[in-house]
């Protein structure tokens, strides 16, 4: 069975935008929005790879490295500047598509497997994930204007 692997790639995903969160929010705590909101969705991610450790524990968790891999090649510090929080916001709105396909995948396993409790857990934070992606790319576009046209 392979949902281990994609358990272990959901957990990891999580974690790794929590964290990413939280290091963009504070980068740009001057922009008040960025910051609050950031760190509200750091606290949401960091629970999804909470509620995922039983699920983790009863398919035997694998662990693959694309969610390091992906977080150091997307995400090796923040930036500064209107084109730096423009940037920032990109990755994470990569990141979190990520973790929004595996809910997805994860959530056709659990069909699969039959396991409710699973299903339960996905339906959940696969909606928390979408608003995380939404109010990423509507931020993005009110950041555009500032960052590509105006500043210097």
């Known amino acids: 069975m392979h949902l281990a692997h994609y358990l272990g790639l959901l957990h990891k995903a999580q974690d790794r935008l929590g964290d990413a969160f939280t290091e963009v929010g504070a980068a740009h705590r001057d922009e ?26 009863r398919y035997a968790e694998e662990a693959p490295a694309e969610p390091d891999r992906l977080h150091s090649e997307l995400f090796s510090g ?9 940037r920032d916001l990109q990755d994470l ?4 598509a990520e973790c929004d396909i595996c809910w997805t995948l994860v959530g056709q396993a659990a069909y699969g497997a039959r396991d409710e409790e699973l299903l339960g857990v996905v339906k959940a934070c696969e909606q928390q ?7 990423l790319r509507t931020r993005m576009k009110q ?9 210097e």
Do not use: N
Request: charged share 15%.
């Open 32 to 57: 008040p929005d960025v910051f609050h909101t950031c760190e509200r969705l750091a606290g949401q991610c960091h629970r999804h790879a909470e509620q995922l450790a039983p699920f983790a524990r």
């Open 78 to 86: 923040s930036r500064t500047g209107p084109i730096g929080l423009l």
């Open 93 to 96: 709105y990569l990141m979190a």
């Open 129 to 135: 994930t979408a608003i995380q992606l939404k109010w």
């Open 143 to 151: 950041a555009a204007p500032q960052a590509l046209v105006v500043a």
